[in-house]
Every structure is written in C-alpha cells, then in structure tokens.
C-alpha cells in the first residue's frame, strides 16, 4: 500500500482556522460594540448584549463611559506631548476611536491597534488602508515580543520617545495564570521616560450581583473570552512603578469628566469600571 | 390644514435671539452626549450643533420650506457619532420644545417648526439606516476577508508541508528562523524516540549532538542571512535513550516571496527507511487519537472476516456512538472528550479480548467493534451488557467521574453477506437504539429495516407531491355525543398515492420525520380556516379544530404562522380549537406557543390524552379548553379499564374542559363514551374524512 500523508497530516495540523471566526460563538469585541450602538455585529452577540441588558439594564451607558474616557484620556497624553499611540485590544475600531481622536487634534498621531480577534483585525485594515500613520497587528497580548517587535509596530512607534500605552476593557480578559502583571511589565519597560499608560478593567468591588450574572451570562456563551474582575489594589498594580496622575484609579466615569457624555445617569455604572492613567518617571 | 402656513418673518438673529440659541444648543448637546457615543468633545459637539441649529431656523424662516435642505441638517447629526434612536427621541423633544420658543418663532409658527422637525428626523432616518448598512456590509466584509486571511494561511502551510512529505517518506519538521521546533511529523519522533507534543516548541539544536550542534547552526545561519541556499549535513542526533541516531539532515527556507519565515528540516536515516514507511503505513490506517484502526482499515478487515466467517457461527458487527459526547466536550472541554475516547478504545480492547476481534475508531465519538464468533464466543446480550458494564466504570477528568454509556447498534453476518449491508445495517439499528433511550441497543431487523427505508422514501417525496397537488384537505366532523349534531369540524390531510390514498395520520407521522410537517401545517390551517369562513355563511357555527404534532406545538415561529392562516381566511381566533400533543404541552416551547395563542382567544386542547395521571396534570396546568382522548384508548369501554376510564372521564369533565374522544369505530363505543361523559368524538364511526364539496358542514342537512 502507498503511504498516505493524511496520517503525518492528522499529527501536526493544529489550530488552522482560528476558531473566532466561528461566528456563531459571540465575540466581546461585536457585543461592545453593539452596546455602543453600532452594527458591526451579528445575531448571536445582540442576542449576548440582549441577554446582558436584561440583567443589567444600563450596560449601553457603561459602554458608552468607558469610549468617553478612552477620547478624554488621549486628548490629556497629547496635552503631555505624547503623539504615539499603542491601542492593546482594540477590538472593533468603532465610534470615536483612537486615530479619530489623536489624528483630529494632530494629524500627525501614530498609532499601532492590537487584537487577536481575526475579524476585529480584518476590519481594521479596511478601516486603515488609506491611513499612513495608523496600523493593525494580529497578536495575542500575552506576547508581548510579537506585539513589541512587529515591522509595523516598529515603523510607527519610536521607543525612544514617549508611547501612549492604552490597554483599556482588555486585561480583565486576562486570567490570573497568564499573569497579567508579569506581562504589564514587560510592557511598561519598552516604554520610555514620559510615556503614558493607560488601563481600565471591570472590578467587583461594588459587590453588584448583576455583574457576577453578566459573567455567568459570558460563561454560558461559549465565547472564548471569560471575565476576570479585580480589585482596587490588584488593579493598581498593573500600572507598578509608573505614577498615577490625578485623581488615581477610580471609577472612570470619575476620571476627570468633562460633560453629560462622560458620565451614566446610574451611579453604579459610574464604578463598575475602573480607569486611571499613570506616567513613566 | 390646505393652506401652506405663511413663512415667519425672516428676522436677523438680535443678541437676544443669538443667547437663546446658544443655550438650546448647550441643552441639545447635553442631552444628546448622554446617550451618543462620539468622537467629540463636548465644546466640539457643542458648536457642531449650533451651527445645525443655525442653519435649521434659517431654512424654517425662508420664504419657502425646502425639506430636503432641512433633511440633510438630520444627516449632520448622525455624522456626529452613534447616535441611535435614543439621540433621536432626545433631539426631537429638545428642539420640539425650544423651537417655539425662540423669539423667531414666537409669534406662532407652529406648523413650520413642526414641518421641521418632520423632515429633520427623516433625514435622520435615512442618514442612519444608510449608517447602519454600510457598518454591516464592511463586517460581512471583514468576516469573508479574516476567513479568507486564515483559509490562505492554511493552504501555505499545507503547501510547504506537502511539498516536503511528499517527496519523502522522512522525518520532517518546521522550525522558524531560530531552531525553535512549530511542527513535526511522527517520523521524526521516532528518530529521536520522543513524542510531537516534546517536541513542539523545543530547540532542534537541544537534540543535536553537542561536537557538531555549531557546524549546524553555523550552515542555518548562513542560510537566513542569505550566504548559502540549503543545509545539507551529516549529523548526530541525541535520541531519549541516549543513543546517537547518525542521520543526514536538510534544511531549507519557506515563505512568501522575500519574506522567509521557517525552516522545512528534513531528516534521513537509510537504517531506519523500512521502518519509516511501515509507520507511514500504520498512520494510514489508524486513528491518530486512540490507536485504533480507522474505519477504511476496519472496513477491508470486515471484508476477509466475512469471507473466512465461520459457516455456524458467523459474526457479530456492532456500532457505538457515545451517549452526549457532544455536551461532554462542551462542558470538559475538547482534551477531556479526547481522554474519554482514549479510555473508550482501552474498555472495548478489554471486553473482547478473548476473542478473536478488531475494535476501530470511526468518526467522532462513533466505534465499531467485530467479532469473528466461535462456538465459545458470548451471545449478543451477553457482549452489550459486558460494554456497558466496562463503560460505566468512571475516568476521572479534573476531578470529576465521567462514565458514558454507549448506543449501540448489532447485526449478525455470515459468508453470504456484503460486508458494505453489513456495516449499514449495523448503522441503522444504531440510529433505531438511539431515538429510543440513550444506553440502548438494538439488533438489526431486516423488516423493520425495509419498512423504515421505504417511510424515508415516502417522507422525502411528500414536499414534492404536495407541489403537484397531491396532498389535500379533508374535513373530519366532530360530532355531538348527546344527540349526534355537529360539534365542530378537524381539518385533516391526505395524499392521493398512485399505490393507493395515504391517510391523515400517517400524512402528519411522515410530514414530522422531515420537519415538512411545519409549512404542511400552516397551509392546511389557512386552506381549512378559509372552507369554514365559507360554511359560517350557510349556518355552520362549530369551531374548527387541528390537532398539532409535538414539532409544530414547539416550532418557535407557531405563533406567526397561525396569525398569518388567520388574517388569511378571515377565522377569529376564538373560533379555532388547536390540540397540543399531551406529551409535550408542559415543555417550555409549547407553553410560550399555548400561552400567546390562548391570549389571543385561541382555544387550546391536549391532544392524543393517555389518561394517565401525568397527562392529567399536565391539561389541568395548561388550562386547556378541551381535553382530547388518544385514538388507541377509544375502545377502553369494553375492557377490564371502563371503571378508571368512566372516573377519569368524570374528574375530567369537573376541570371544565370539553372531553372529546378519538377515533371511534363502532355505535358501541360512542354509546359508552356517551355515558361516561365525554361531549365530543371523531373517527369512522360518524363518517370518512370528506372533501369540502361532500362534507356535511350543517347539521339535518
């Protein structure tokens, strides 16, 4: 009998077809957006968003403090002189996004999108072929030498000056045995003096049992992404020795608000996420 | 209103004017940013809207309205972010009321600001809906665009593996640029005496022999930096038990065009060729996971065993599939499914190890197992218990026992059989265990199979024949049991065969194997529905009835599909009886269809009633209108039953539903029913079901 190469084949073929292009598993990334109001979604991460709007009814304006904080928090690091950006799970790039934003104030902005969401990628590059000086890269943030050393992560970010780090809805993806903390690190030392780093991450520390329904509403979803909510001090300590400017960590709706859009007309959607900016001494 | 209302006084902005505007701007911007994400910062939004604002009371001051002026001011403000419904109703109610009271408008401009608003929200529309398209049309994009991405990334790496393999039966790895192992075959495994998993990720230079590991790296160097074309050496590999394997070794750069990004490393061993290719060959023929021989294997062995088969005692062929494997993987995880399949393979192997047998992985969780019987080999029950009996003993998977129990499927063969019958027969008694209870078995039955072949023809050609027209509505009466009027009329099927008519409840029984049952049904509700609206003219005043099958009570779109026969024949919905199957009335799907139906006036009946105390549970939770006894429970009057029968009739009739009995054959029976109770009955008895022409739709006609 001639040997067959279907049997070396059934050995090492691994992993071709990234199961997230499964659209009939929910993404968060879809759902997050829906929540904004978007739609670039499909069935199955409405009915998701559906399903966590009926256990928390103001997720929409939870979504929506968290994007006003993303625009509040770039317009400060480009007040501090930064004019690079790196976007660490950026997921859709959907209404008032970071080029938006940083490329409004001052065309000149860099900035390098990451996620490893292949269709969240994709869209990205329709969504940034006509734009010089903005870029996506397909990787997974717990490794950070192929985000750090990406020939587009490297053409558009200067590590010798100052990076606005952005790792925002992101790190409570990240489980504790990925070590969340050992990655930060690494991160926080490519950056150079003057860089900025932005976080937000939802914690429990409200104690709202909607939020432990919403994780188990996730759970269900097959989606491969589970949510791992911190505390206070387990936050802080993502951003290690960098320092926090004013007012800290807290509810990013309390982060320097600057209007109605900034804040949730219900109190606890105003805390359910923490966000805080730190800068490299 | 006929007469155009007269355009406001067209009035330059006074201070006073421009402060009022800047201030319904503020309030529009407030209101709005509480709900719309944008890219904007407040002032931004601010004096975006001031300017809609502006443009706005100048088009409602013209002389003459021009709507599509005022409709693009309504796209302005979709531009300006997500804005949704919820930016909409808020940008009306705030420009509603602040309109008309700035002092442009004071002096009584009603209509136009209301004429403003109008076309402002439709411009809104559209620009959104427009909005909307295009973020769906760029995902259906991104999605073709990354399955595509990770589709030709598939197709490069089956090409650089292929390319490699196929020219030789040889160890093969990929290794990207620094030695670091991303894929092996398990040629090279053997070489190095190591499984792939210990090799995956590993240095190719840690198994490297240390006096000529720098003569290696050197050459691959050589090679990335462009100064050599290939690697082409004798080395020294370090197997696990510590021998040295002297093989010679290839390497080469794939990649796209300029852009190299692995190593294909080839390695030969002239000692061990022979061996290669046997394990080449075992490769394929057996399932990777377990071991086992795959299905082609197994099929080729079933072959000659059929040939050689014992003239007495012949063989037996039996087909597994695990129960809920599926939820298994789904809960454990896909690991865990594999650990579970491994075990399986290992308690089969066991159970027939005595005998002469070959146990094989087909698809999935799916496992075959013959046995080539000898005048000491166990009867076929003896077997299934002993596979039971090994499954059941628990793995442990992360704490937790899992035992599966197995379907399975058995056919006996002989000298005189074909081994391809053979495997299908064994694959249908499996499918036959399986729709009974899970942990069955079942031997196959050759009557049973050509009864169950030719319903699958029928069922498969019912869609077909009611295109032609074959299938029809017929008209059954329900009849009054207490003086023999006209109680109601079921709607019912039928299909005119070439081999003769195909009865109503066979019809539905074939119609609910293929799902067809689902539009068959809403047809004939709106064709019978029609019929009776006609009858209603002519003093037919009984309500229609229609029995439902278990798939149409839970069918989620139950709902729109009678509301659509409804509204299409012009029946009020208190005027239809529907029959939810008693078995499944008390399932989640067919309590939201009951519960909405009954709301609308619907009458609901259980269906095909058993009698028995869950059933009668079950239509007292519903609140059925009527309850209808099962066709096979039609002649329990004359049994050694009637007393429970005529007590539970009795405790039905105190619920308040309607007891009606089907298919009753004979005046005796109907007799019976009558005493006992019942108020309605179906079924020969009272007459065939009739064609609407010849179906006697009032009573004493």
């Known amino acids: ?281 | 209103m006929s007469q155009p209302a007269p355009a406001p006084e067209p009035r330059p902005a006074t201070p006073d004017g421009a402060r009022a505007r800047d201030l319904l701007a503020r309030k529009w911007t407030y209101l709005l940013s509480g709900v719309a994400p944008t890219a904007l910062t407040k002032d931004e939004l601010e004096s975006a809207l001031r300017a809609q604002l502006d443009a706005l009371c100048s088009a409602l001051t013209a002389d003459r309205f021009d709507a599509a002026a005022v409709e693009r001011i309504g796209e302005h403000v979709v531009a300006t972010g997500y804005v949704g419904e919820d930016g909409l109703r808020r940008t009306v109610d705030v420009l509603g009321r602040g309109l008309p009271a700035l002092p442009e408008f004071r002096s009584g401009h009603a209509h136009r600001v209301a004429l403003g608003i109008g076309a402002l929200a439709t411009g809104f529309l559209t620009a959104n809906r427009r909005a909307v398209f295009e973020q769906q049309e760029r995902l259906q994009l991104s999605l073709l665009k990354s399955v595509r991405d990770a589709k030709w990334h598939l197709k490069e790496s089956e090409a650089r593996f292929d390319e490699v393999v196929t020219s030789s039966a040889s160890g093969v790895a990929i290794a990207d640029l620094d030695g670091r192992l991303v894929r092996t075959n398990d040629a090279i495994g053997d070489i190095l005496g190591r499984t792939a998993e210990e090799l995956t990720g590993a240095s190719l230079f840690d198994f490297v022999h240390p006096y000529t590991v720098g003569m290696l790296r050197e050459a691959m160097r050589a090679v990335v930096e462009g100064r050599q074309d290939r690697v082409r050496q004798s080395q020294r590999l370090l197997r696990a038990d510590g021998d040295v394997a002297r093989i010679s070794l290839t390497a080469s750069l794939v990649g796209d065009a300029g852009a190299s990004s692995h190593f294909v490393v080839v390695v030969e061993d002239g000692t061990e060729l022979m061996l290669l290719q046997n394990e080449l060959n075992r490769q394929a023929l057996h399932d990777v996971l377990t071991g086992l021989p795959n299905r082609q294997f197994f099929g080729t062995h079933l072959e000659s065993a059929v040939r050689r088969a014992d003239p007495v005692h012949g063989l037996v062929l039996l087909h597994l599939d695990l129960d809920a494997f599926g939820l298994l993987c789904d809960s454990l995880g896909r690991r865990a499914g594999e650990r579970l399949l491994v075990h399986v393979a290992r308690r089969l192997k066991s159970v027939v190890a005595r005998e002469k047998a070959m146990v094989a992985r087909f698809d999935g969780d799916e496992f075959g197992v013959l046995v080539e019987s000898t005048a000491g080999t166990p009867d076929i029950a003896t077997i299934v218990a002993a596979v039971n009996q090994e499954l059941a003993e628990p793995l442990y998977v992360d704490g937790r026992g899992v035992a599966p129990s197995a379907s399975i499927g058995v056919v006996r063969g002989g000298r005189d059989d074909d081994p391809v019958e053979l495997l299908r027969a064994a694959d249908q008694a499996l499918r036959r265990a399986r729709t009974r209870r899970r942990g069955q078995w079942e031997v196959f039955d050759p009557v049973h199979d050509l009864a169950e072949r030719s319903r699958q023809e029928l069922a498969i050609g019912m869609p077909g024949a009611w295109e032609r027209g074959e299938i029809t509505a017929r008209y059954r009466p329900v009849v009054r049991l207490a003086d023999g009027g006209a109680g109601g009329v079921e709607a019912v099927l039928r299909w005119d065969r070439p081999d003769g008519p195909v009865g109503h409840e066979r019809c539905v029984r074939l119609a609910e194997k293929t799902g067809f049952v689902l539009p068959l049904g809403e047809w004939l509700l709106g064709v019978a529905g029609g019929q009776v609206a006609w009858w209603r003219r002519n003093g037919f005043t009984s309500p229609l009835t229609a029995a439902l099958t278990a798939h149409q009570a839970c069918d989620a779109d139950l709902v729109p599909r009678v509301v659509r026969a409804l509204d299409g024949c012009g029946l009020a919905a208190d005027e239809l009886v529907l029959g939810f199957p008693a078995r499944v009335v008390t399932t989640s799907e067919a309590v939201d269809n009951l519960g909405v139906l009954a709301e609308m006036g619907v009458r609901i009946a259980v269906e095909d009633f058993a009698l028995g105390p869950d059933d009668f549970a079950a239509a007292r939770d519903v609140g059925a209108h009527a309850i209808r006894v099962a066709a096979r429970w039609a002649d329990l009057g004359t049994g050694v039953d009637a007393g429970y029968a005529a007590a539970l009739t009795a405790a039905l009739r105190d619920t308040g539903a309607t007891v009606s009995v089907s298919g009753v054959t004979t005046a005796a029976q109907a007799q019976w029913w009558r005493r006992a109770g019942a108020h309605l009955a179906t079924g020969p008895f009272f007459g065939a079901d009739a064609p609407a022409g010849d179906f006697r739709a009032t009573p004493g006609e």
Request: aromatic share 6%.
């Open chain 1, 1 to 281: 009998m001639m040997p067959s190469i279907e049997g070396v084949f059934a050995v090492v073929q691994t992993e071709w077809i990234p199961p997230s292009v499964d659209i009939s598993v929910p993404s968060m990334a879809r759902t997050y957006d829906f929540l904004l109001g978007g739609a670039h979604n499909f069935a199955v991460d409405r009915a998701l968003a559906e399903q966590v709007e009926r256990v928390m009814p103001d997720a929409r304006s939870a979504a929506r403090v968290n994007r006003a904080f993303l625009g509040r928090v770039v317009r400060h690091m480009i007040g501090q002189g930064v004019t690079q950006f790196l976007d660490i799970g950026s997921g859709i790039p959907t209404v008032a996004n970071v080029h938006e934003v940083a490329q409004a104030v001052d065309p000149r902005c860099r900035v390098v999108y990451v996620d490893k969401d292949p269709i969240a990628v994709a869209h990205s590059e329709l969504m940034l072929a006509d734009n010089d000086h903005a870029a996506i890269v397909h990787a997974d943030m717990r490794d950070p030498a192929a985000i750090l050393g990406h020939p587009e992560t490297r053409r558009l970010i200067d590590f010798d000056q100052p990076v606005g780090l952005l790792v925002l809805m992101m790190l409570h993806w990240v489980p504790d045995e990925a070590d969340p903390w050992g990655l930060m690190a690494t991160y926080r030392d490519a950056l150079a003096p003057g860089s900025h780093l932005a976080i937000t991450h939802v914690t429990a520390d409200q104690q709202d049992e909607r939020l432990t329904d919403v994780t188990d509403l996730i759970k269900d979803s097959r989606s491969a992404d589970q949510l791992t909510e911190r505390s206070h001090d387990q936050v802080l300590a993502l951003f290690g020795d960098f320092e926090l400017v004013e007012p800290g960590l807290v509810g990013c709706a309390a982060w320097r608000p600057g209007g109605p859009g900034d804040i949730s007309d219900t109190p606890e959607m105003n805390m359910v996420i923490y966000g805080g900016v730190a800068r490299k001494p």
